[in-house]
């Protein structure tokens, strides 16, 4: 198993936390007519950047093997809640740490 694939998952996961920020933010404008709800840069970035993913993660699963690659997505729930502290100025919670918690360790569970 080469780590050049499991730092390309790595980086897929970061971008992918850093567009569901930008959903977040999008989600959260008021916006003049329906339409820009689903047509922003904030949206059309977003969906992109899922799909560049997409394409690198399937290139990375030809290298690693499925039991990494699940644990390496895990961190997309972690970044998510660091990125939307800084970002939305959202609140760490008693709930959301634990539940963030709860998901990654029934990840390595699964792994063992």
Known sequence: ???FYLFL???GT???AISQVLLKQSASRTWSHPIFEYLNWRVLV???VFFGVLLLNTYAYTQVPMKYGAVIDTFSYVFVM???Y???KEKFTRRRILGNLLIITGI???TL
């Open 1 to 3: 198993m080469n780590p």
């Open 9 to 11: 998952m790595f980086i």
């Open 14 to 16: 970061l971008f992918t």
């Open 46 to 48: 977003s969906y992109a």
């Open 82 to 84: 660091i990125f939307s």
């Open 86 to 88: 800084f970002l939305l």
């Open 108 to 110: 390595f569970v699964y």
